[in-house]
């Protein structure tokens, strides 16, 4: 972290309000999932209705594998389940699904939450890849 940022977070006293700010205002989807095989759906934020047509609240506790389907790069989602195992990032362009079917290119970041070396939570941001 640079060192302003560590100053904003660390002097304050409240990160928790600066994060809650971002992440719930920032133009880009945020997933976060739980560490377990299956990386179930513990948070999304608003932008991420906005992309895929999903309620927060509907995609509670199920995998966003549910984004996937017939044209989905299996490639690109066994490169990302690799990083997974390694506890590593992965960046990626993919086929998803918005929930009324439209399909679109997902262009996402995985990234791990560590406390110590165990992963405790995998957040991803994601956006439409399609570039003009
Ligand atoms: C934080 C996080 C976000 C993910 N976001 C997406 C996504 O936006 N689109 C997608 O196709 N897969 C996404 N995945 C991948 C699936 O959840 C899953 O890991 C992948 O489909 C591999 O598992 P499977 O082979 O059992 O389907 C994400 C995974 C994690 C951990």
């Known amino acids: 972290m640079t060192i302003l940022l560590k100053k904003v977070f660390q002097d304050t006293g409240i990160s ?39 309620d927060p609240s509907e995609v509670m506790g199920k995998s966003p594998r549910i984004l996937q389907g017939a044209a989905t790069d299996r490639k690109v989602i066994a490169r990302l389940t690799d990083s997974l195992k390694r506890g590593g990032r992965f960046e990626g362009k993919a086929v998803n699904y918005k929930k009324n079917g439209t399909p679109f290119i997902m262009h996402w970041r995985v990234l791990p939450v560590k406390v ?15 570039v003009i």
């Open 16 to 54: 928790l309000n600066v994060l809650q700010v971002l992440v719930t205002n920032t133009y880009d989807s945020i997933l976060i999932t739980d560490a377990t095989k299956d990386a179930k759906i513990i948070y999304a934020n608003k932008a991420f209705k906005k992309l895929t047509g999903y």
């Open 116 to 130: 110590g070396n165990q992963v405790k939570f995998w957040v991803a941001i994601q956006r439409d890849g399609f």
